[in-house]
């Protein structure tokens, strides 16, 4: 199938460890995001990648840290977690180019920090 | 920065009936405005989207209206159907590549 997978779908972890989440996509795009949703379902934006290369880094912590090993994967990995930090992770991508602007969502990473 | 406004933040309808969901954006920059529906549990799915050079659109039961005048755009789902439930998002971009600018959503039921 072609999409966007993210592992894990669940994650369960203490304040004060570090995660890592999983993305890959297999539809040929160049561009991928990590967007966070919070328990009032508001999705914002974290990341965005072109190429392997950081094109957008919104006012997030420090504490996260995307990487992007080729273009069709975008890992995020999380220090030092807080209560805070419990939401929903959705990766996502795109093409860059002009015509195209249809994002493809991921089906979501529920984090939760007890 | 861009900021999208939506309205309202639910939305009941009798099955058959229409559904109309309205947004504003701030930046007239913004060129690409889709909507996407979240089910219970999954990701968001594009459902309809316009790009500023066109006024309407129009797949099957569901349209998309824009008026960049007045920089708001609507969804309209007519014959409503349970199955249409869900949560439903505006959006905002300035094109491929950039950044999606979420409204707040807006949680649908349509009772049988």
């Known amino acids: 199938d072609t999409a966007v997978s993210q592992t894990p779908k669940y994650l369960v972890t203490q304040m004060g460890n570090d995660k890592s989440i999983k993305c890959e996509q297999n539809?040929?795009?160049?561009?991928m995001y990590w967007y966070k949703q919070d328990s009032k379902k508001f999705l914002k934006i974290m990341f965005s990648?072109?190429?392997?290369?950081?094109?957008i880094n919104e006012t997030v912590p420090n504490r996260f840290s995307p990487k992007s090993p080729d273009k069709a994967h975008l890992n995020l990995h999380i220090n030092s977690l807080e209560l805070g930090d419990s939401a929903v992770y959705f990766c996502?991508?795109?093409?860059?180019?002009?015509?195209?602007?249809?994002?493809?969502f991921g089906p979501g990473t529920r984090l939760t920090v007890l | 920065g861009e900021n999208v406004e939506q309205h309202p933040s639910t939305l009941s309808v009798q099955e058959g009936d229409s559904a109309v969901i309205k947004c504003t954006y701030s930046?007239?920059?913004?060129?690409?405005f889709p909507w996407y529906k979240q089910e219970l549990g999954k990701g968001p799915q594009l459902i309809i989207d316009?790009?500023?050079?066109?006024g309407e659109k129009k797949d099957q039961r569901i349209a998309v209206t824009l008026n960049k005048t007045a920089k708001h755009f609507s969804l309209h789902i007519t014959e409503t159907q349970p199955e249409d439930s869900a949560v439903y998002f505006c959006?905002?971009?300035?094109?491929?590549?950039?950044?999606?600018?979420f409204g707040k959503g807006t949680t649908l039921s349509v009772s049988s």
């Open positions: 316009i790009r500023s050079n066109v």
């Open positions: 930046d007239s920059a913004s060129n690409y």
């Open positions: 539809l040929g795009h160049d561009t």
């Open positions: 990648y072109n190429n392997k290369e950081l094109i």
């Open positions: 959006a905002a971009s300035k094109g491929a590549g950039t950044a999606l600018i």
């Open positions: 996502a991508s795109s093409l860059s180019g002009p015509s195209s602007n249809e994002q493809f």
